[in-house]
């Protein structure tokens, strides 16, 4: 909205052109987001706490885990308060793409609440049934699919690029929206997986969705994806208005995620940011470098299916609690030693991701 603001006001002093700039806007949008969430989580988490919304524990999980009971969550709401005004505020409001990544994120969101409601208003501790649960994730998901199909203008965005080899990629037609699906409500869930310890989900969202904008910075300018020998995907480049402020989003909630958490995200949070991560990935035509950066929240999701076919199968886990972070933690790990390796590992990844710009 204030990008037609400055643009109105430009015609009286050249100086508000530095907002059209796409950098300027997501620099913009990164510290309005972070600014939001100072201002708003500290109300946000003493209302939660008035209502009673406190996390509940799993009596089967690592010990120390039983005196986060009680901490507030549902925090995920001032991530996408922030998110959504930070994106409204400085992005171009006239590009689908804004819309179809503000969408799927806004709709898990959706779900996350509902589900995080059942819980702990409605004290349902199954809240939405796993059946219930993926066919609206499901249903948003396909909407956002055949949207970028429909609005895809040549074959390089029905394709799935192969990173660090030059001109390799498969067309993919139709099935396009079968991976657009699969990467939305795959990451949806393995965010949501991730999400067991303070700050380990956040951080790792963070550092990836900051790559992702700058993919989507390089894929919607043409001199740079020409230089770079990646496909020019045009109105792409706002997207990383968004991603800055999902950055800063981010940055805002861990400084009251932190160890030891003064509030947890819940599935209105972790449900919403996996998808945004999807959806951007898509957009950016850079699906396989997205399991790259985000390769521990695929771990975390391997490991889960792993133990469940495992103790099915043989009646045997293989791993002593999954996700895989809880392995760790019963292992004799600190739970801050298991996050900040996890944030290590997560950055190395997403430098190997980023080199696939150059490596071709």
């Given at each position: 909205?204030?990008?037609?603001l ?88 006239d590009?689908?793409?804004v ?48 949207a ?7 074959e ?19 099935f ?58 045009p ?18 909630f ?63 886990r ?30 190395i ?12």
């Amino acid at each position: 909205m204030l990008l037609y603001l400055t643009e109105y006001l430009a015609q009286f002093e050249s100086g508000f052109n530095v907002f059209n700039y796409l950098t300027m806007r997501a620099i913009l949008g990164a510290l309005t987001a972070l600014t939001i969430s100072f201002i708003i989580g500290p109300k946000m988490i003493k209302s939660l706490s008035a209502n009673q919304l406190g996390q509940p524990v799993r009596n089967d999980g690592p010990e120390a885990h039983l005196l986060k009971a009680g901490t507030p969550t549902m925090g995920g709401a001032l991530i996408l308060t922030a998110i959504t005004v930070a994106t409204l505020l400085w992005a171009d409001l006239d590009n689908p793409y804004v819309w179809i990544v503000l969408f799927v994120t806004l709709s898990f969101g959706v779900i996350g609440y509902v589900d995080d409601y059942k819980k702990l208003v409605l004290q349902d501790p199954a809240g939405i049934s796993a059946m219930q649960k993926f066919f609206w994730q499901s249903t948003a998901a396909l909407i956002a699919a055949i949207a970028l199909y429909v609005t895809a203008t040549d074959e390089v965005q029905t394709s799935l690029l192969i990173p660090y080899f030059k001109d390799l990629a498969i067309p993919l037609g139709m099935f396009q929206v079968v991976v657009t699906y699969f990467f939305i409500v795959g990451f949806s869930n393995a965010v949501n997986l991730t999400d067991g310890l303070d700050g380990l989900a956040i951080m790792p969202t963070v550092l990836v969705g900051g790559a992702l904008g700058l993919f989507a910075y390089v894929t919607g300018n043409a001199n740079f994806s020409e230089y770079l020998g990646i496909p020019f995907v045009p109105g792409s480049g706002e997207i990383m208005v968004f991603c800055a402020a999902l950055a800063g989003a981010g940055l805002g909630f861990l400084w009251f995620n932190t160890y030891p958490a003064q509030v947890f995200m819940g599935d209105i949070g972790a449900l919403s940011l996996g998808a945004a991560l999807g959806v951007v990935a898509v957009v950016v035509r850079q699906e396989i470098v997205l399991a790259i950066m985000g390769g521990v929240f695929v771990v975390e999701t391997l490991s889960v299916m792993i133990q469940v076919a495992s103790f099915k199968l043989t009646g045997k886990r293989v791993f002593r609690m999954a996700p895989l972070h809880h392995h760790f933690e019963l292992k004799g790990w600190a739970e801050p030693k298991v996050i900040v390796r996890f944030w290590i590992i997560t950055f190395i990844l997403v430098l190997v991701g980023l080199a696939s710009l150059k490596i071709r």
